[in-house]
């Protein structure tokens, strides 16, 4: 259901005459959230974020196991690529947090 509202979202934006791009440099998702304004098309945007929460934890876990890989032996590039995972999967776990947020805040525009 959240991909068609998405999907139904930047149909219904690309196809919006009183849209001006003349900032050319936002993108599309900064342009869908400044236009949310239905609880439908909040409870979309939750679900995206929801979603981009999702891939930022499986990228988090896989940093985790590459990491996990390096964890073998002595030798300090091996320590190094370890500590290099090891910050990655945090940051990737920092953006899945900042994500649920977002995704909470559209839920409660969408009640």
Same mark, same amino acid.
């Given at each position: 259901?959240?991909?068609?509202?998405?999907?139904?979202?930047?149909?219904?934006?690309?196809?919006?005459?009183?849209?001006?791009?003349?900032?050319?440099e936002?993108?599309?998702?900064?342009?869908v959230?400044?236009?949310?304004?239905?609880?439908?098309?909040?409870?979309?945007?939750?679900?995206? /974020?929801r979603?981009? !929460?999702?891939?930022?934890?499986?990228? %988090?876990?896989? $940093? &985790?196991?590459?990491?996990?890989?390096?964890?073998?032996g002595?030798?300090?590039?091996?320590?190094?690529?370890?500590?290099?995972?090891?910050?990655?999967?945090?940051? /990737?776990?920092?953006? !899945?947090?900042?994500?649920?947020?977002? %995704?909470?805040? $559209? &839920?409660?525009?969408?009640?």
């Amino acid at each position: 259901m959240s991909r068609i509202a998405i999907a139904l979202l930047c149909g219904a934006i690309a196809l919006t005459p009183t849209i001006s791009f003349a900032d050319a440099e936002a993108t599309l998702e900064e342009i869908v959230v400044e236009m949310a304004d239905t609880m439908q098309e909040h409870a979309a945007l939750a679900g995206y /974020y929801r979603a981009k !929460a999702t891939e930022a934890r499986s990228e %988090a876990r896989r $940093h &985790d196991q590459m990491g996990r890989s390096y964890g073998v032996g002595n030798m300090p590039q091996r320590k190094k690529m370890k500590t290099h995972c090891k910050k990655i999967s945090e940051q /990737y776990t920092e953006m !899945a947090e900042q994500f649920d947020e977002l %995704a909470k805040l $559209h &839920d409660g525009e969408a009640k």
